[in-house]
């Protein structure tokens, strides 16, 4: 009994420093975003202040804020969409069919995410100029889907290989085929896999920086590239990056409080198999 309480002492004690862990960033940005210019270079940064927002009214005032913002938006979200989308058929196909190098396409997606972006910018950049895709909406969500592919057909690969085959085999003696069995089928099954890939997909897209600067910086800028521009040869606005830093984590909270029904119900996912 002693050992299993002094067990659940030293649990909660883990947790709570994992907690502060993770809160302490994200209140040490908005503690600075609420002060003015001069509080921001106190280190520690007081907690003890009158909330000013001027910071904010600033961003939100500036046009250029607010099209990083949209851009960031119209980027992110069909990415999201497209990347998810094709996850689902890829990995639809290796979890149910058997053919000659699954494990080669299986281990290639692998090493591909492996691959840093700095390896694969300059080849992509010099593709998309002879496509014409330079510095353009269409083509940076291309690129975002493209490059977080692999996440997506891997997660949903292992969704799907978690789902029991016998569905499958019912809904085609029913007279379905491949297309139904993934849309009618396994896709209802899969939801809280899919809101688990697309949240991930869509925090990876969000935060992508070097992909936005190489391929669309002369004319689009994301909020990652805008808050990269606060700082200057003279100085280092950082009431501005922690205003825009806040503002740029809301959407992603928005996101995920939204799946977080079918994030939460995903954790079950797998646990009963065939």
Not at 154 to 168: E, G, K
Request: glycine residues 6%; contains cysteine.
């Amino acid at each position: 009994m002693r050992r299993r309480r002094a067990l659940a002492v030293f649990d909660a004690i883990i947790l709570v420093v994992l907690c502060v862990a993770s809160v302490y960033p994200i209140a040490w940005l908005l503690a600075v975003s609420l002060q003015p210019p001069s509080s921001a270079y106190h280190l520690p940064p007081s907690f003890l202040f009158v909330p000013e927002f001027g910071n904010y009214a600033k961003l939100l005032g500036d046009p250029e804020f607010r099209d990083a913002l949209l851009s960031s938006i119209f980027v992110a979200v069909p990415a999201t969409i497209l990347a998810v989308a094709a996850g689902a058929m890829a990995g639809f196909a290796l979890s149910r069919h058997t053919f000659r190098g699954r494990a080669a396409v299986t281990a290639t997606l692998l090493i591909a995410r492996l691959v840093p972006a700095f390896a694969i910018v300059i080849p992509t950049f010099l593709i998309f100029n002879a496509l014409h895709l330079l510095d353009t909406i269409p083509g940076l969500v291309l690129a975002m889907a493209a490059f977080q592919l692999p996440v997506a057909v891997l997660i949903m690969f292992r969704i799907f290989d978690t789902i029991p085959r016998s569905l499958d085999e019912a809904a085609v003696m029913d007279g379905a085929s491949a297309m139904q069995v993934l849309r009618l089928v396994l896709v209802p099954i899969a939801i809280p896999g899919i809101a688990a890939s697309g949240v991930l997909t869509f925090v990876l897209i969000w935060n992508e920086f070097l992909f936005v600067l190489i391929l669309a910086g002369n004319k689009i800028l994301t909020l990652p590239v805008v808050i990269a521009t606060f700082e200057t040869q003279r100085q280092i606005l950082w009431g501005s990056i922690a205003a825009a830093s806040i503002l740029a984590v809301l959407p992603v909270v928005a996101v995920v409080l939204f799946a977080q029904r079918q994030l939460l119900a995903g954790l079950g996912l797998g646990a009963v198999r065939e």
